[in-house]
């Protein structure tokens, strides 16, 4: 089984401010990463995914995360956000044998201020 | 193409009356997924669908949900005689078999009055 914290349930910045949304995941196996963004009446969409390689990932927009195993982390960062980043980040693990299932965290609400 | 759809997008209903919500997949997508979203609580799985079977039911919170898919495609989750409780967002999500990525629905918002 795995499990999933998302220590921070509301993340306020300023634009143009760099953030950091941070995720830690426990599994007793090889695990597979996602964050996942949900704008406001949406559905979840794919941020950025950990598969295998290189333990740096990015997405189209901006944002990176790096899978740390020794601290079993994969904290999204973003060098510099936009109003438009105002969003709820959702952290996911899933095993990377058997079950198809991920866990998600609880999610933390990123709300940049102008 | 067309995403995930779900509807209704809202519902509301009186405590007591069985409720259906529908989900959509993609074409092509064998694995399905239903979640509940409830305010600061994360998605919480309810049922996992590959084609027709569910071989995961485990995240059910009582008899009193049911999920079906038919033709491989089209799945539907009833909750029969809804409790405030069950007000939440309800989720679906399809992929490929054996995908890592989900593609979510725009969700359908149940409050139980």
């Known amino acids: 089984a795995q499990s999933v914290t998302q220590l921070d349930s509301q993340v306020p910045v300023f634009e143009e401010a760099p953030v950091e949304l941070r995720c830690n995941y426990s599994s007793s196996v090889s695990v597979y990463l996602f964050w996942y963004v949900q704008y406001p009446n949406q559905g979840l969409q794919l941020l950025l995914k950990?598969?295998?390689?290189?333990?740096l990932v990015e997405s189209i927009n901006g944002f990176e995360a790096e899978f740390n195993k020794s601290q079993t982390s994969f904290h999204l960062r973003k060098p510099s956000v936009h109003i438009s980043d105002t969003a709820e980040y959702f952290c996911a693990v899933r095993g990377s044998g058997g079950s198809y299932i991920p866990t998600f965290g609880r999610g933390t609400s990123l709300i940049v201020h102008p | 193409g067309a995403g995930v759809s779900q509807s209704p997008s809202n519902k509301v209903t009186e405590k007591g009356k069985d409720v259906e919500l529908r989900c959509d997949p993609i074409?092509?997508?064998?694995?399905l997924y239903w979640y509940r979203q409830s305010l600061g609580q994360g998605l919480e799985f309810l049922i996992y669908f590959q084609g027709n079977s569910a071989p995961d039911k485990s995240g059910l919170p009582s008899d009193r949900f049911s999920a079906e898919r038919t033709g491989g495609s089209v799945s539907t989750l009833t909750i029969q005689r809804t409790q405030q409780e069950d007000s939440a967002v309800y989720l679906c999500?399809?992929?490929?078999?054996?995908?890592?990525?989900?593609?979510f629905g725009p969700g359908t918002r149940l409050t139980v009055t």
């Open positions: 950990y598969l295998s390689g290189s333990t």
């Open positions: 999500a399809s992929s490929y078999p054996n995908g890592y990525e989900q593609y």
């Open positions: 074409s092509g997508h064998t694995a």
